[in-house]
């Protein structure tokens, strides 16, 4: 048995809203054991029909729509909530939670994707061995197709990687087997299987895919090695990349990978996928939509705007940065009404948990404690938050997990900053297709919210109308 008494004792008081169930892990297959929770998840959802629909579970004010939908309670999503203060949880379970409960990879310490997109998927927490048979499915899943192939290496190296990606995560639809099964009609109860089948093939593909973007942009002409079918999947990811020899590296991104996979429905990314697959377009599809969301600055393509900030940063102070020489940099910034990228956040009001998960993995290793790039890092932590409290704008002065998530990156020789919200990308797929498959196992709707035009928001005000 993987977990440890400790880890059983925190597992079994938590309860977030009341929404956790947990069984210990039996040996079922992924598909079993979803089988097994959705018709319980099935029936709470009939519950919440039946004598919830008319329940106000808060207001739309104007300023919720004309503000980008903050706060607005108007999505369900069941793989984890975002509190403002404490931040995220997985099926109720925090990251130090996950740290404790979830399997590593064979000698390694650190949370690995396979048993993080298990408790995504399932709300339960997968044994070693459930762990290591997803491991094995990815790896023999995990070969792209030669069309892909051809088609990524069409692309010319100067397409930005992140629409690289999105390229080819849309081209892998050619064979959906939502899609084949739609076309020939399938019943309503089989949406969920043809996903999940999508779903885990897309996400086995994704380091194949994403390291052969990196190697034609960055490494041209370099062979790109065979999927080891006894890695797991950012092991193979690593190695596809040509950091398999660094150990540090590879748990450095096992750790990103699973803890970002997640961040509830409402981000723009999962939102995307969301909204894309209430048209039953396929997992592929919808993702593909949901990266481009990603290469946004305000949401993924902040982890690379961070490390070019703080590089110039380090350029214009030189290596002994005071805190004093911070400060003037950060001012600097927002007096020419740029954002400080990595700080901030649509909900979060305190430091990101990810972020202090991110730390402490530094804080683990003396090499990475002596990087100049990660000194500064927590150095910048030490004062922005003050700067920002008395720019007085933002309502979050805290860092994110972007702040930290590139500059371990780049110390360890990953320095191809335009790549790095494509690892992010990786890691989102875990939480977008785990909503995919719920979404269709619970027969969720199309999206569909009302618009108003200006005048028509003044008058509904007005008038007081519900
Ligand atoms: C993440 C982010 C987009 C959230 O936006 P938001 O929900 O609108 O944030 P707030 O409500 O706190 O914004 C209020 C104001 O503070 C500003 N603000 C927010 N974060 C800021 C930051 N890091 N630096 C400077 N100003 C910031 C906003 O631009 C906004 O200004 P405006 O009124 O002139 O439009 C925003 O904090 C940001 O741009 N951060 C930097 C980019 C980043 O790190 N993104 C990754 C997110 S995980």
Known sequence: MFLRTSALKSLSSVSHFGIVSRRLASNKSLKDTIEEVIPVKQAHLKKLKTEYSDASIGDVKVGNVIGGMRGLRAMLWD???????????????????????????????????????????????????????????????????????????????????????????????HDSSFQAAYEKGMKKSEYWTHTLEDSINLVARLPALAARIYRNVYKPGTPLPEIDPDLDLVGNYARLLGYGDNQDLTEYLRLYISIHGDHEGGNASAHTAHLVGSTLSDPYLS????????????????????????????????????????????????????????????????????FIALQEFCESKPELLNSPIIQLVKKTYEVAPGVLKEHGKTKNPYPNVDAASGCVLYHYGLTEFKYYTVIFGVSRALGCITQLVWARALGLPLER?????????????KSGSP
């Open 79 to 173: 793989s984890s909530v975002l509190d403002p203060e404490e931040g995220i949880r997985f099926h109720g379970l925090s990251i130090p939670d996950c740290q404790k409960a979830l399997p590593a990879a064979p000698g390694g310490k650190e949370i690995i994707a396979e048993s993080m997109l298990w408790l995504l998927l399932t709300g339960q927490v997968p044994s070693a061995e459930q762990t290591r048979e997803l491991s094995r499915e990815l790896a023999q899943k995990g070969t792209l197709p030669s069309h892909v192939e051809s088609l990524i290496d069409s692309l010319p190296r100067t397409l930005h990687p992140m629409t690289q990606l999105g390229i080819g995560v849309a081209a892998l639809n």
């Open 287 to 354: 993702y593909s939509a949901a990266l481009f969301a990603l290469a946004g600055p305000l949401h993924g393509l902040a982890n690379q705007e961070v490390l070019r900030w703080q590089l110039s940063m380090l350029k214009e102070v030189g290596e002994e940065v005071s805190h004093d020489a911070i400060r003037e940099y950060l001012w600097k910034t927002l007096k020419s009404g740029q954002v400080v990228p990595g700080y901030g956040h649509g909900v979060l009001r305190n430091p990101d948990p990810r």
């Open 449 to 461: 919210p009302k618009s108003y035009s200006l005048e028509a928001i003044e008058q509904l005000a």
